[in-house]
């Protein structure tokens, strides 16, 4: 078996924490047009139900849909992971089944990183690689240090760095 250069995984707090705040607010303007609803039909005398319990229920709902999609990403994170060797890189995700990406140093046409506003607090971005083939482009998602990253493909590919002052 060929010896791996580089493996990482991606970084998980620049991937749950922006979701967690944006399910979060969409969770409470969700709970919170439902509570008007309420005083609503409370007003119109369509409904009789305690504050108390209506609150806890949209709090509870609140936590749910705050909480469960970042299960379901942690899942996939925690199960990522990119394999650089010195002729091609791996995109493997282990769950119940594998599935792997791999794309040849050969073959990369272009580089592409992508850094947003909370990326730029992290450290962190996304990796897009380009191929001659377009159908097998790939994507490194919540990358930590994606320049250095970048440096290291070029390295490998035997190719100067585009990055700019490195």
Not at 89 to 106: A, D, G, M, Q, T
Request: glycine content about 4%; overall charge positive.
């Amino acid at each position: 078996m060929e010896r791996k250069v580089l493996l990482f995984r991606p970084n998980l707090i620049n991937a749950l924490v922006p979701e967690f705040f944006k399910n979060l607010l969409y969770s409470t303007i969700m709970s919170g047009s439902f509570f008007v609803l309420y005083y609503i039909f409370k007003f119109l005398g369509r409904i009789d139900y305690p504050v108390k319990s209506v609150i806890s229920w949209l709090l509870l709902v609140v936590v749910v849909f705050s909480i469960f999609p970042l299960v379901t990403k942690l899942i996939i994170l925690k199960n990522t992971y990119y394999h650089f060797y010195h002729d091609h890189l791996i995109s493997e995700f282990r769950f119940f089944s594998v599935k792997r990406h791999s794309v040849p140093y050969n073959q990369i046409v272009n580089i592409v990183i992508n850094v947003s506003f909370w990326d730029r607090f992290c450290r962190a971005g996304t990796i897009r690689i380009h191929t001659a083939e377009q159908k097998h482009n790939l994507t490194l998602k919540y990358i930590k240090d994606p320049e250095k990253i970048e440096r290291a493909l070029y390295n490998l590919m035997g190719k100067k760095s585009t990055v700019s002052g490195k």
